[in-house]
């Protein structure tokens, strides 16, 4: 089946720091990616959509200065927190979709625990 | 917009029993509408999609159906492992997905 890695699973740092994540399709090409940010018993919330080669289309609310979204390939995207703060603290996953089609499910990585001390 | 709702929030079950969990939903265009699997501290795990009313899918012992309203994914027979948020997920053409808040089962051996 399809596998999306996520990496790393767990990063604790300092205030100011900034943070890079990794989402590589292992077994599949992904034109498109995406990032989501779910709180304690919350549900998902999409924060942009990553399109290979193109610029990502961010969620209303969602400062695209402070997550920093590449996906230079059709197999990784990176997701960038810069100069993170305690607020910021939360758990991000990424998926990617197959690119046979919109109506293809999305896969999901195994997501990143983000505590920012 | 899309919205989606899950019932019940949380379910407990003793192995053997089995229940149906609820999502119902309210999207102009249904183009898809997708079951994930998640356990604590993980990504959510695809079971099924479901793309017209009366749809069905099964998988060991899970079962999803699809009206033009809401979709139920029954459990039949549970066991320990089944343990785990279920969400939910639509699609309406060629938007992103909007998920509701899951139903977590505990199914107690």
């Known amino acids: 089946g399809a596998v999306v890695s996520q990496h790393p699973s767990r990063v604790i740092c300092k205030s100011g720091t900034s943070v890079k994540i990794e989402c590589r399709s292992l077994d599949f090409q992904a034109t498109t990616m995406f990032w989501y940010r779910q709180f304690p018993k919350q549900s998902l919330m999409l924060m942009a959509t990553s399109n290979e080669g193109s610029k990502a289309t961010y969620e209303q609310g969602v400062e695209k200065d402070k997550f920093l979204i590449n996906h230079a390939s059709l197999t990784l995207s990176t997701l960038t927190v810069t100069s993170a703060h305690p607020e910021d603290s939360s758990f991000y996953i990424c998926?990617?979709?197959?690119?046979?089609?919109?109506?293809?499910?999305?896969?999901f990585g195994d997501g990143t625990r983000l505590s920012i001390l | 917009e899309d919205q989606v709702t899950q019932s019940p929030e949380a379910l407990r079950l003793q192995e053997g029993e089995s229940s149906s969990l609820n999502c119902s939903y309210t999207v102009s265009g249904l183009r898809g509408l997708f079951w994930y699997r998640q356990d604590p501290g993980k990504g959510p795990e695809f079971l099924f999609t479901l793309y017209s009313a009366g749809e069905e899918k099964e998988k060991e012992r899970l079962k999803a159906t699809l009206t033009k309203k809401e979709s139920f994914l029954h459990i039949t027979a549970p066991k320990p492992e089944d343990s785990a948020t279920y969400l939910c997920a639509v699609q309406a053409g060629y938007s992103t997905l909007t998920f509701g808040k899951g139903t977590m089962l505990l199914v107690s051996p």
């Open positions: 998926s990617a979709r197959d690119q046979g089609g919109i109506n293809q499910p999305q896969h």
